[in-house]
C-alpha cells in the first residue's frame, strides 16, 4: 500500500528505510523507500516517548530513545518487535552509533550525562557527566579514533558567568 506520509517529528533514512519516531503513539514506522514507492512496512510499539532513532547496518534494526521510560529500545524489523530494553539516564533524547557500529552513544537530557552502549552485549559501558541538558549528540572518525560531539539545548548559566555571557549558548 502506499502512503502519504505527514511530515514527523524525527526521522531517519537509509537507502532503503525510513524509521520515524512517534512520540504521541509511543512507536516507530518504518517504510520501505527503495524505488519511486513508498511503502508502510510497521508500526510497532516501543517504550514511552521515543525522540530519537539510530537505524544500524542495513536498517533491518534500531535504536530508539525513549525520553518519559528512561530507556533504549532495540528494535528488529523482521520481527516487528522490540527485542532488548536497556535502561540509561532520565530522558533520552539523542542517540548516535559510532561508525563501526559498537557503541551506542545517548544523550540523557535531565540527568546531564551521556551513556555508552556496548552494541554486542545490550548493556550499558559506561557513562560520563555532561554539561546540563545534552540533547543531541554526533560521532565522528578519525582513524582507529572516534569523538562523540554533545549538543547542549537550553540555556544554563555556568558558575560565575553573567547572564549576558550565557545568551545565546543554545
Do not use: C
Not at 505527514?6 to 524509521?19: D, G, I, Y
Not at 525520553?67 to 533524547?93: D, M, N, Q, Y
Not at 537530557?109 to 551513556?115: D, E, I, N, R, Y
Amino acid at each position: 500500500e502506499n502512503v502519504e506520509v505527514a511530515p514527523p517529528r524525527r526521522l531517519v533514512q537509509n537507502a532503503r528505510f525510513l524509521w520515524v519516531v512517534n512520540p504521541d503513539t509511543d512507536s516507530v514506522t518504518v517504510f520501505n523507500v527503495a524505488r519511486d514507492a513508498i511503502r508502510k512496512l510497521a508500526e510497532i510499539p516501543v517504550g514511552d516517548e521515543p525522540r530519537s532513532v539510530a537505524p544500524v547496518g542495513n536498517g533491518q534494526k534500531a535504536y530508539v530513545t525513549n525520553a518519559v521510560s528512561g530507556t533504549v529500545s532495540l528494535v528488529s524489523l523482521p520481527k516487528a518487535r522490540v527485542t532488548k530494553t536497556i535502561p540509561v539516564g532520565t530522558e533520552p533524547w539523542g542517540a548516535a552509533l559510532t561508525p563501526d557500529g559498537k557503541r551506542l552513544f545517548v544523550a540523557n537530557w535531565a540527568s546531564g550525562t551521556v551513556t555508552a552502549i556496548d552494541t554486542k552485549k545490550s548493556k550499558e559501558a559506561f557513562t560520563i557527566q555532561v554539561d546540563p541538558g545534552p540533547g543531541g549528540l554526533a560521532v565522528t572518525s578519525e582513524g582507529k579514533n572516534s569523538r562523540v560531539i554533545v549538543v547542549h539545548t537550553g540555556s544554563f548559566p555556568r558558575p560565575g558567568g553573567t547572564p549576558e555571557m550565557q545568551e545565546g549558548r543554545d
